[in-house]
């Protein structure tokens, strides 16, 4: 079984400063790791991903994560931040069994202020 | 580019009514999924399907089906409705056997509300 702990329910910083939003999982077999945003009334946009080689990826938008297996994170980091970076982010697991299926973290609200 | 189409939008049905959601995947996409958002949660995968055939299944209600047809669309059928139905349904579709390429790209959602 797999799952995706993202611990901060909320993250508010002000505009221009560098954020961190936290992703750890568990499973017991290998996984895939996806950040997706949902911005207010849309669905989910994928932002990045880590399938394999290099454990950091990067967004077009900014946005990168790495993946550390000892540790079993997937944190996603930006040096700073835009008003329009205000969303919902959810961190999310593939197994590389046979499921396909995403399982989702709590998600985290980032709020960016002005 | 051509993304996931998901019909309608919003929708509103009384307690114990069926209400039928569709989706649309992405050109040459074989693979759809479903997942249920409720209100302030994350996405729970409901099912999904691969070439027209139940791939997985998740935390799907006995009173919910669904299906993908021969043009690789896939409807969602929900039957004696309750409140706690209420929530965003996603579908994501992606092109299997791709490998690690296997990425699921979302719809925009449909807002179910059950009054």
């Known amino acids: 079984a797999q799952s995706v702990t993202q611990l901060d329910s909320q993250v508010p910083v002000f505009e221009e400063a560098p954020v961190e939003l936290r992703c750890n999982y568990s499973s017991s077999v290998s996984v895939y790791l996806f950040w997706y945003v949902q911005y207010p009334n849309q669905g989910l946009q994928l932002l990045l991903k880590y399938l394999s080689g290099s454990t950091l990826v990067e967004s077009i938008n900014g946005f990168e994560a790495e993946f550390n297996k000892s540790q079993t994170s997937f944190h996603l980091r930006k040096p700073s931040v835009h008003i329009s970076d205000t969303a919902e982010y959810f961190c999310?697991?593939?197994?590389?069994?046979?499921?396909?299926?995403?399982?989702f973290g709590s998600g985290t609200r980032l709020l960016v202020r002005p | 580019a051509a993304g996931v189409i998901q019909s309608p939008r919003h929708l509103i049905k009384e307690k114990r009514e069926t209400a039928t959601l569709k989706c649309y995947p992405i050109p040459r996409h074989d693979t759809v999924y479903w997942y249920q958002q409720g209100p302030g949660q994350d996405p729970q995968f409901l099912i999904s399907?691969?070439?027209?055939?139940?791939?997985d299944k998740g935390s799907i209600p006995d009173r919910f089906s669904a299906q993908q047809f021969s043009d690789y669309h896939s409807e969602l059928n929900m039957s004696s409705l309750e409140l706690g139905d209420s929530a965003l349904y996603f579908c994501a579709s992606s092109l299997r056997g791709q490998g690690p390429t296997d990425t699921q790209y979302f719809g925009p959602g449909t807002r179910l509300t059950v009054l």
């Open positions: 999310a697991v593939c197994p590389m069994d046979s499921s396909y299926k995403l399982i």
């Open positions: 399907f691969y070439e027209k055939m139940q791939s």
